[in-house]
């Protein structure tokens, strides 16, 4: 049996324990009034079916046991003066959170028109769920939340972002049992692996065990409790079992509850004493709470003759027919009279003293804490300069640079001026994404056994490395979310890993926009590199530049997509990414020695415009007869290499290069603030000759930014098909038709004129083609004018 | 301590263990043969830098352990006539399954051309990793392989979905420590919480620790052991441990692995026996493996001076430099004769007898198992005729129905008549997606503690819910793999949570097609509902359309996506589903109460056309002014609620409807094999005339689909434009312009002529819809119109 079942019941004060009965109280009363209550929000009058909204929307079932370790967490940050935030991992709970906002204040503070007083209550009863009111979830609209908790799965994670380089901050972190189920939720336990006692803060974690989902049970609940134990112990945690009955005493319970929260935040202050007073940091045996309740604990018993509470049928609203049952429209009477109201509000409906008294105060109310309005806190990162670290560029694809390595080294100096406020984050790819520089300055946090062969681990490490993309997405997006700055690099295949959690951030960005006391926050950066192209050791299945196809999807006002060229591209891009706020960047650069095109300066010059016209690549003198478009390094490689063949064997073809760091520029200007205006756009593109555009991704994404464009019938897009394996890098542009013999056969179809004049050099492509693949097969490397050839040197 | 460490080695017969010592070396030999080779394959001259690839590309570190694995399964199954098959979660050691399958003969019956001798092996090892030859993961092309592996994190779900209603099947589970550290893998632990002992076989997990990722050690491998156990039973399972060091004595690390192998598989048969035999079904505690090996055990120990054994520096290739570096060079042959390949292989390069001992015999070889090639054993689903569930239709939209509500009723008779190879994935939806007829038949499968109200949980249930989409999407896979049928039910947002691993179900898809020896298998049926315009309970972070786009990046030989409008047109199309093959079909409908608008006649015939003019809304005699078209339940409607209010005030107008179920038509034939051709399409929707499309999803998407059509620049589509919150269906299209009222507005704004005639109608709209905001935000329900209107009656 668990050591913690031998605790005595500590004395709970009386009016401590009057206190968080009370508060638990009025934070229910008020969940179910938001769930019901049109009018009539304290029961002055007899409750009537026009008292109660038409539809009947919300979750009440998670609801009382959010209340509840709301109103525990209150009287152990009053009584200790805690720096805490709250996490609700069941984020459909949303009534519950608003009501405790509201009864500390916090919410009429943010929202001076919901008033702490009876005529605030009906407003917000009102409003909740309600058109043109605020949504039914823990929404970003929500004091004091980090954590939207629509999506299930990303609470602890979440939790663990906040506290890193946060040596004061607790996170309590509710995670429901069915939010358990989820893989990132069960991965998320072993991230106590990379926490730091001694610098990071903490994180309590209570597995909120009501048994039921929507109409299942749950797992953890029913396995054996030894088991559960065991799972706990076996991640690291010392498990401290809360159990509550339907009919217990409230009392009893709420001893118990205090009693083992005081022993877990007594033995959390134990390991950080020891941690940050000893020369050694070592694991410790997290405490975390498993809280065993029924599942809308004080709602109704039964329903019609059929048992609610305790079950799945008390996840949403439990009684449905009020407006038309008058049993129901009772039984509803019944139970919000059994809050008893009129002992929790004055006349003129504020919160009695008891609750004011059982609230934290200022900053120290969780809803008010600035750590869950990070943009409160942040603070700029200092960006040394990055042109120092450009590589010379005597001419045009005259060197070659590895630009992920190159980069690099401006991280490390990134890292070096911001050990408060930057970590880089990464599912065990940082090195082999070329970015092993940082190292030179910190190393991989690991805070469990370190052996002696291991590389740069140590518990103050800042590279966070986990093979969980879920993991490093969800500690980066708390870590953002509470004011700090960082960059998540990962193979780009593997990046739709976090489809649906770039999603719900990207909500949450555009939610923030529109509500003023959001603070911006730093953007989410990624950085994909072993991007489709240059997958040697894989093949197929690590061929996907689907994800920037996903992001843009998103608002127009919160997304940005960047593919510099070569390695100055880079750093010039991520400077800028770095610095920006409330975006999320996607940048996609590749790792293996690529040619530089730009100097540093012409480097930055062309990323301020993010797209332009390579005047040394170009003969067009302002009157193209083709336009040769890139975006992404290797499809700039590529096309430069086919306009050298153009050059060299149809001299007097005029012809544009056009190179687009910024993807958004090929936007309209009315669908996203980056977009060209048609005019630019046109005196790019031209608005009628033929363009042959080189895309890094699927190549209906092009056309997808382009079709409003004046010119948008003559844009002919290679790119990525699906079709790949493990093969060599010209192989792969070859299998996809976006190699430069193909490119030049594409201009030859494609431009009027030239397809019957020139097929006999169409032919010589062809076979160049042919040469190259045989070529390939049969010696497995390069074609040799691939890794040898120099712009503007002739290729074979 | 671990009981197992109890356990006496067993002898094992000094012939058993001379074959696995012996398989385990060939194994080997042929990985690194794989991995380096162009030539000289059995070292029968000294090894010469033209022997050695240009390029070397593979993952060593897993190798040996994978091997280690294989050939101890293989002496079970021949000594228990084991039907069995291997799953290789680290499934970048392509090589040593590749090696397995060759020295068993496999190989050589799939690919005639690798034969198994010198000049086979000559071509096994040149063609891996190579140009024109294999990838170098455990990819399809692998016989035996159910798993390509290049994404870690899906083996045990696969490994479970393989063996559901497979009594007889043992899938061994490799699951490497690197796997092991996702949140996909972490969650699928418990899947053995559905797996019935009496019904479904066994899966074996195997928890290979090497210690090291990349350039990371594994967090398994880092935590106290007694932690590690403890996790493992927390899970559920009884662990077993087996530890080699590198300088272990192979004879004793083969007993200690036969010992613990054989009492696992003593403990299944116990555990199925006692299930089998006995009236009630309860969880058993399930035998698991914990291995530790060193990574890239056997290899260089040393490298330049520098450790590679045992550390994450073998984890792909450990010497590199061989072909120029001449001590690398000496220092791989050292490795390879080490093998001593002169005892694994006769004068003609075919293994010896040993080794042909070793393996198991026809389909009990892993690599021949007809489970690991699902097609060979797929039967067809018996598919009860759909036509007697379609609702009547006594005229278009004259009755409501619950689309989902009425498929769940055929899908009670589907359930019925397949009871061995059907079953139904949701994450805890299926009740909420109203399919809940099928509890009729069966039952939610569930082996851990079932309580009285308990709604239809038992072990022989047939319908998988669990709160997590990656474990769904895992074990459907696995079902389907195997040979058999199911559907995913899952809310439209969160299916995102799985976009991953569809791309690499999708990948396999499109892979196999040119694999003669893989057959067809069953299509993977998405089900979405609870889609993005109907997410009253929950809003903005239930809302994304997105996975469509997603979808419709693949293979478009592999990919279908259906948007019925109505219920009988939902039957039609999940009847054509469910008997189609080796596809991804999505198909997103509607929960809620919506107009039937075809018959099921007609709703079949519209179907097999998959887009049509709707005659009974039209009135353009051929000749439309303009084409309202639409796709999707909630599209269809507003569509044809802004058709009704045209006819009515604008009765001269000429519209035609046009509704498109299968969204694939749109594309062009030759992008899609089911792309209408230019005549087609043209012939619906004009070549000059205005087009509204009304869309479900990201309007975009319908544009990228059509950017070749002739009118393509007429066409003007409304859609989600990421634009929600919880509020009312018909807020819900108002905030993204897709209401009936935009709807004539943009006829008006768009039909040449109607702009200035028609202005006060454009105003009359536009106040109806100001008037439907103020109604909706007054009184937070549909404006009435929208719950009770009729086709063709007349909108407020």
Chains 1, 2 share one sequence.
């Not at 926490?195 to 597995?207: F, H, S």
């Not at 750093?571 to 530089?596: D, E, I, W």
């Not at 930055?604 to 005047?615: F, K, L, Q, S, T």
């Amino acid at each position: 049996m668990t050591s913690t079942e031998t605790i005595a019941q500590a004395a709970l004060a009386p009016d401590e324990l009057a206190r968080v009965e009370t508060l638990w109280r009025a934070a229910n009363y008020l969940t179910v009034g938001q769930i019901y209550l049109l009018d009539n929000p304290l029961l002055r009058e007899p409750l009537r079916p026009e008292h109660i909204k038409p539809r009947l929307l919300g979750h009440w079932g998670t609801s009382p046991g959010l209340n509840l370790l709301y109103a525990h967490l209150n009287r152990t940050i009053r009584v200790r003066d805690l720096n805490a935030i709250y996490i609700a991992g069941p984020g459909h709970g949303g009534p519950a959170l608003v009501a405790n906002t509201w009864l500390e204040g916090t919410y009429t503070e943010r929202y001076p028109s919901i008033t702490r007083d009876l005529g605030g209550m009906r407003k917000l009863f009102r409003q909740f769920s309600f058109p043109g009111g605020i949504p039914s979830h823990v929404a970003p609209e929500v004091p004091g939340s980090i954590h939207e908790g629509g999506e299930l799965g990303y609470s602890l994670a979440h939790a663990y972002g906040a506290v890193y380089d946060n040596p004061d901050l607790l996170a309590l972190c509710v995670i429901g049992d069915g939010e358990a189920e989820t893989g990132p939720l069960a991965a998320s336990w072993l991230s106590n692996t990379l926490l730091n006692p001694a610098r990071d803060g903490a994180v309590l974690p209570v597995l909120h065990l009501n048994g039921y989902k929507i109409a299942n049970p749950t797992l953890l609940a029913r396995i054996p409790e030894q088991d559960l134990l065991s799972l706990m112990r076996g991640y690291g945690y010392e498990p401290h079992l809360v159990h509550a009955d339907p009919d217990d005493d409230h009392a009893r319970v709420h001893r118990r509850l205090a009693s083992v929260l005081d022993l877990c935040l007594d033995h959390i202050n134990v390991i950080q004493h020891h941690a940050r007073t000893s020369s050694r940091v070592t694991r410790p045996r997290w405490p975390m709470i498993v809280l065993r309740t029924p599942k809308g604990w004080t709602g109704p018993s039964k329903v019609d003759g059929v048992q609610v509470e305790g079950t799945y049928r008390a996840h949403q609203v439990p009684l449905s027919g009020v407006r038309t049952n008058p049993a129901h429209l009772a039984q509803l009477e019944t139970w919000l009279r059994s809050y008893r109201p009129e002992e929790l509000f004055d006349g003129d409906g504020a919160p009695v003293e008891t609750i004011i008294l059982a609230a934290p105060a200022g900053e120290r109310r969780m809803s008010a804490n600035p750590h869950a309005n990070g943009g409160e806190l942040l603070k700029p990162l200092s960006l040394p300069d990055y042109r120092p670290f450009g590589v010379d560029c005597p001419a045009p694809g005259s060197v070659n640079a590895e630009s992920t390595r190159v980069l690099g080294r401006w991280l490390r100096e990134v890292m070096r001026a911001n050990a408060d406020r930057f970590r880089l984050f990464g599912p065990d790819e940082v090195a082999s994404n070329r970015l092993d520089a940082v190292f030179e300055v910190t190393d991989r946090a690991f805070v469990a056994d370190i052996e002696p062969g291991d590389d740069h681990l140590a518990p103050d490490g800042r590279v966070m490395e986990v093979l969980s993309e879920h993991l490093c997405q969800g500690w980066l997006e708390g870590y953002l979310l509470t004011g700090r700055h960082g960059l998540f690099t990962s193979y780009e295949a593997f990046i739709h890993i976090v489809d649906s959690m770039f999603n719900q951030h990207a909500k949450w960005l555009k939610t923030t926009r529109d509500i003023p006391w959001r603070r911006p926050i730093a953007s989410l950066n990624y950085l994909l590199s072993s991007h489709v192209w240059r997958q040697d050791h894989n093949g197929f299945s690590h061929q996907d530049p689907g994800f920037i196809d996903h992001v843009v999807n998103k608002k127009a006002e919160v997304i940005r997509v960047y593919l510099p060229p070569d390695v100055n591209t880079l750093l010039s891009t991520m400077n800028h990414c770095l610095a920006s706020r409330h975006y999320v960047n996607v940048v996609v650069a590749g790792k293996q020695p690529q040619p530089v095109w730009l100097s540093p300066a012409e480097a930055d010059a062309h990323c301020r415009r993010g797209i332009g016209i390579w005047e040394f690549a170009s003969n067009d003198d302002g009157e193209p007869d083709v336009v040769m478009a890139c975006a992404g390094d290797v499809p700039t490689l590529e096309t430069l290499a086919a306009v050298a063949l153009l050059r060299e064997h149809l001299p007097e073809l005029k012809v544009r290069v056009v190179n687009v760091v910024d993807l958004m520029r090929l936007q309209d200007e009315k669908e996203h603030p980056h977009g060209l205006s048609s005019r630019e756009f046109d005196a790019l593109f031209t608005t009628g000759k033929t363009v042959i555009f080189a895309y890094h991704g699927y190549p209906w994404l092009i056309h997808r930014l382009t079709y409003r464009r004046t010119n948008h019938d003559n844009i002919h897009v290679r790119g990525y098909k699906e079709e790949g394996t493990t093969t060599t890098p010209f192989d792969m542009v070859m299998l996809n038709d976006l190699d430069r013999f193909h490119l030049v056969m594409d201009v030859i179809d494609r431009v009027p004129g030239l397809a019957v004049k020139e097929a006999a050099l169409r032919q010589r492509m062809f076979d160049a083609r042919q040469r190259a693949r045989e070529y390939t097969r049969e010696f497995g490397e390069d074609a040799p004018e691939i890794s040898e050839w120099v712009w503007p040197g002739e290729p074979a």
